[in-house]
């Protein structure tokens, strides 16, 4: 099978400090990846380098063979913060409408097309009522599920998330993380993420990246910690990793 | 009052009341959602260096304003994508030193009294001369031919510029187009409220706009109207009274507002 997302001997420096080194990864259709990291650890600047928003400067980034670049509209990204803005007025409707790639030129408004198609994004992700709302008015998890209507609104084959819970409460977090799963049924999705219960359940595979990246597909086949009761520290984890990492990897 | 729609200087200032009202409803709406009202402030005091200088070598004063402002915005627009650490000094050194300090110094130059001076600080809507009413009449073709052609870039840009930069919109550019077109805007509001007092019609119909609607062009529409609403107003007043238009026309916007806020204030109670 052909990896749909190919990262090879990247690297990367912000000025003389090197953040990633030699990072090689292969992602697969409908994987599950997570990466996690400490802070400053590189997370952040791979997913930027993935989308384009940062230029390559050794290594290469490849969407179904070819420069990830040609493929942007392939790629969903849902941002970190999404409770930017929110005096702004605009209808949850319009900002799934943003999603859109194409370059030509609209007159006022949108087609009636490109409304069903929100709307069919914002069902997807079970927010079809909320279409003529004003986003402010919506709550953190649901404004978060808007973000990824409009990422879906391509029709991409990667969702990409940067931290896609660190802006809502909890009761919101556990509708997110079951949206995510769904999804991952017909698309593959990458999330970068704090939240450890996210990469333990439902991840089948964990990239921990500080500078260098360690994968790990194993780790999830022996799962040891329940989590559905217990949200647990990053520290544990970090440690079952170190067991599994001994086992189970070759480096 | 109606007698004085006898006077062609009264119909020049109802005409570019209504024309500068839609302009600042527009505009206003688009420097308050993308956070650009400190940068406006800038443009509206730099452009009176323009005034000063064109008063002083004998140019049409819009040419001059317009020269100045639109220079102001390609220089704050270049800095806040580049350098957005320094734009508070720049911002400091365009308002006071090449807006007022070249304006005031120029208007010292130019030979003989010039009375005209304080019309630019406060406004004088009812020397609007024919000429104007073109100028006017261009730049509102001007926005809302961009508005029907690029709507939704500039509302990507302006609700989610990283997303808008990711998919593909070319954000530096209507960063820096939305701004040249609020220092023309400002020019020309400059004459009916002055440059002291743009930034009150740029923000407080606009603040009210932005709590009734729930769209981007929702704001706009209503902001036009609010502009329209306390410019007329204040202008009814201005004539019977025989006050200083600008000011009124601010004040009545200031007591509009301060009306809304104790409405909202008493409506979350």
Known sequence: MKPILRVENLSFAYEKQTVLENINLEVFEKDFLAIIGPNGGGKSTLLKLILGI??????????????????????????????????????????????????????????????????????????????????????????????????????????????????????????????????????????????????????TKVAYINKTLVLHDALLENKKFDTKNDHFCEVELLHMLGNSHKKSCSC | MLDALSYGFMQNA?????????????IGSLVVVNRMVFLAGGIAHTSYGGIGMAIYFGIPIYLGASLFAVGAALLLSFISLKQKNKMDTFIGLIWAAVGMAIGVIFVDLTPGYNVDLLSYLFGSILAVS?????????LLVVIILTLTLWYRDILAVSYDSEYAALRGVP??????????????????????????????????????????????????????????LFTLVGLALSYTYNLTSGASIILVAAFFLVVFLLIEFLHHR
């Open chain 1, 54 to 203: 940062n230029k390559i400067q050794s290594g290469d980034i490849k969407i179904q063979g070819k420069s990830s670049l040609q493929f942007l509209n392939k790629i969903g990204y849902v941002p970190q913060n999404t409770n930017v803005n929110t005096d702004f007025p605009i209808k949850t409707s319009e900002v799934v409408l943003m999603g859109r790639t194409s370059k030509k030129i609209f007159f006022f408004g949108y087609s009636k097309d490109e409304q069903q198609k929100a709307k069919e994004a914002l069902e997807k992700v079970g927010m079809k009522g909320f279409a003529n709302q004003k986003i402010g008015s919506l709550s953190g998890g649901q404004r978060q599920r808007v973000m990824i209507a409009r990422a879906l609104f391509t029709n991409p084959k990667i969702l990409l998330f940067d931290e896609p819970t660190s802006s809502i409460d909890v009761a919101g977090q556990k509708k997110i993380y079951k949206l995510l799963k769904n999804l991952s049924k017909e698309i593959t999705v990458i999330v970068v993420s704090h939240d450890l219960s996210i990469v333990l359940e439902d991840a």
């Open chain 2, 171 to 228: 954000v530096k550019f209507f960063y820096t187009f939305i701004l040249v077109l609020c220092a023309l805007s400002v020019v020309v509001a400059i004459k009916i409220v002055g440059l002291i007092l743009v930034i009150a019609l740029l923000t407080m119909p606009i603040y009210i706009a932005q709590k009734l609607s729930s769209t981007l062009a929702g704001m706009m529409l209503y902001s036009s109207a609010l502009s329209l």
């Open chain 2, 130 to 138: 024919r000429d104007d009413l073109y100028f006017i009449s261009i």
């Open chain 2, 14 to 26: 109802l005409i570019a009341s209504v024309l500068i009202s839609i302009i600042a409803g527009i």
